[in-house]
């Protein structure tokens, strides 16, 4: 069964913290992995999509970083601000419908 | 230039009724999906479009069913509604139907609720 855990679920931070959210998944004939933001309530915002030919993608303070043979993809979050605060999910396309397998989300507070 | 465009914002619906959400997706792009997302998980994909046909179907009932215009807007329509379809329905766009590479784009959602 095709699998993607976020850990953590859940995590404040003071502002201004270097931080890393972690994505693991089972499928290792992934096509792409993508990451999130979603805001209480609100539709997601895609931040970040690596494909399986890449190790990372950055964008500002955000870095993404694929480990396919570990099954792994971190989100690195520098000098976290306030605005940060959302849930952030990664997204896993695998197997042969290329469906989107989704994560439960890590929810981030970034306090000032 | 617009994004994903979803309608209603937010829509309460009694058990047994039927309820029809629509997307709008992003000028240009031929591929849209739609997805259920219960307060506390991820969403769960529903439904794909591309260029009118079904691409993909998740795991749902019957009572869920959808169409692409020639525009490509989609409909989601819901039958027979249940306390357990009361969901945040996001709709994602994309520019063409290969799931490998393409960035999903998605609306605000349509927020459901079933009494």
């Known amino acids: 069964k095709q699998e993607v855990t976020q850990i953590p679920a859940a995590l404040s931070v003071p502002e201004g913290e270097n931080l890393v959210l972690n994505c693991s998944f089972t499928?290792?004939?992934?096509?792409?992995l993508q990451w999130f933001r979603q805001d209480p309530g609100k539709g997601l915002t895609s931040l970040l999509l690596i494909q399986s030919s890449q190790r990372e993608q950055t964008s500002g303070r955000l870095n993404a970083s694929l480990d396919k043979s570990s099954g792994r993809s971190t989100l690195y979050i520098a000098a976290s601000q306030p605005g940060d605060s959302a849930t952030y999910l990664c997204?896993?396309?695998?197997?042969?419908?290329?469906?989107?397998?989704w994560g439960l989300g890590t929810s981030l507070a970034v306090n000032p | 230039d617009a994004g994903v465009t979803q309608s209603p914002t937010h829509l309460i619906k009694t058990r047994g009724q039927h309820v029809t959400l629509r997307c709008s997706p992003i000028?240009?792009?031929?591929?849209v999906s739609w997805y259920q997302q219960v307060l506390g998980q991820g969403p769960q994909f529903i439904f794909q479009y591309y260029e009118k046909e079904e691409r993909g179907r998740g795991n749902f009932p019957d009572r869920f069913s959808a169409r692409q215009f020639p525009n490509y807007s989609s409909e989601l329509n819901v039958n027979a509604l249940l306390l357990g379809d009361s969901a945040l329905y996001l709709c994602?766009?994309?520019?063409?139907?290969?799931?490998?590479?393409?960035?999903?784009?998605f609306g605000p959602g349509t927020r459901l609720t079933v009494l």
């Open positions: 000028s240009g792009h031929k591929s």
């Open positions: 994602a766009s994309s520019p063409s139907g290969r799931g490998g590479t393409d960035t999903q784009y």
């Open positions: 997204a896993e396309r695998a197997g042969n419908n290329r469906k989107l397998i």
């Open positions: 499928d290792s004939a992934i096509y792409n």
